[in-house]
């Protein structure tokens, strides 16, 4: 009979995989990481700038009765000579089941009316968004995206003018994703409302996704560029969320916006709006370094892509967050942007 193998090799070879896997990973990212530093460091031409397609996250004290018309007021003074046009209100976010909690947005119905008064011509949606990992929300129940659609009703019915997906983190190639937003897009139609998501980091080199996805224990939200494809063909807005990268240095940062921008733009389709989310916030994590992930890097970053060429879609920038952003984020905002 032949010799079966000692049981204790299997756990060796599986730690080889996983070692070998893990190796090529950080010299896929060593290459990357030099590639990203060159691409950083180029001249932006004057005439990349914002042409008036950009957007806001609004933290939930907008919904919740934190604020009043004077808060309303003074957005609207700081956002009336910008380019920003779409202003995603946080307003969820989703229970397990798919449900909202009214009591969560007292004040929703009236912020939206006067939003609407004093910035005539912004859109206000309902930035909506879980946490779809085991144990919490379950993309993959019809039951959850039956509830999730019936909750995408209701806020719009408070006047909305559309909804904003936020789940994270999904993995790169999940298919319940995409069965979620070509269903939801169909409902924002009959509402004449606009559906729009936030995407994940794209991978700035071919194949880091799947090699990033083999990984034991490896983060499940880096997304590769067919994926968002695939994804943008089922919403009319496409945020892309350029920070959280983990660079060491604000040029490295500058190239990866840069790459990962050109990459949106090859794959979103031309009908689909996309903006690319910009960092204006603050907080101290291991893959957010804050003199690295600043607003002025990325607007670079943004810039050094589009090149001087002229655009042909509707294409702008999303700030993250309200509450978080500073005069300087401002400063930088208006002067190389808007």
């Known amino acids: 009979m032949p010799r079966l193998l000692p049981r204790r090799r299997w756990p060796r070879r599986a730690l080889l995989v996983a070692l070998g896997l893990a190796a090529a990973a950080v010299l896929v990212a060593a290459a990357g990481a030099v590639a990203l530093q060159v691409e950083g460091s180029g001249t932006p031409a004057p005439t990349a700038r914002g042409t008036g397609h950009d957007a806001e996250w609004l933290g939930h004290a907008w919904v919740d009765g934190r604020k009043s018309q004077s808060d309303v007021d003074a957005l609207a003074a700081r956002l009336r000579h910008t380019g920003i046009r779409d202003l995603y209100v946080h307003a969820g976010p989703f229970r397990d089941d798919g449900s909202l909690d009214r009591s969560q947005r007292p004040r929703a119905r009236w912020l939206v009316t006067a939003l609407h008064r004093a910035l005539p011509g912004v859109r206000v949606q309902a930035w909506l968004g879980a ?49 979620l937003l070509a269903a939801s897009h169909r409902a924002t139609r009959r509402y004449h409302a606009v559906l729009s998501l936030s995407a994940s980091l794209l991978a700035p080199v071919p194949g880091l996704a799947s090699t990033i996805r083999a990984l034991p224990g490896g983060p499940r939200g880096v997304w590769s560029p067919g994926y968002l494809r695939r994804l943008a063909g089922h919403v009319d807005q496409v945020a892309v969320m350029l920070y959280d990268s983990c660079l060491p240095t604000a040029t490295s940062y500058a190239g990866y916006v840069r790459r990962a921008t050109g990459l949106a733009l090859g794959v979103v389709p031309g009908n689909v709006a996309l903006l690319i989310g910009v960092p204006a916030y603050h907080d101290r994590t291991a893959c957010h370094r804050g003199d690295a992930e600043t607003m002025a890097a990325a607007l670079r970053g943004v810039r ?35």
Do not use: K, N
């Open 131 to 179: 946490h779809p990992v085991p144990g919490q929300l379950r993309l993959g129940s019809a039951r959850t995206r039956a509830t999730i659609l019936a909750s995408l009703r209701q806020v719009l019915r408070d006047g909305f003018d559309g909804v904003h997906y936020d789940f994270e983190p999904v993995a790169d190639g999940d298919a319940d994703l995409v069965t």
């Open 304 to 338: 050094l892509a589009l090149g001087h060429r002229p655009r042909r879609r509707t294409f702008g920038v999303a700030l993250y967050v309200d509450f978080a952003a500073t005069a300087a984020d401002w400063a930088s905002y208006r002067t190389a942007w808007s």
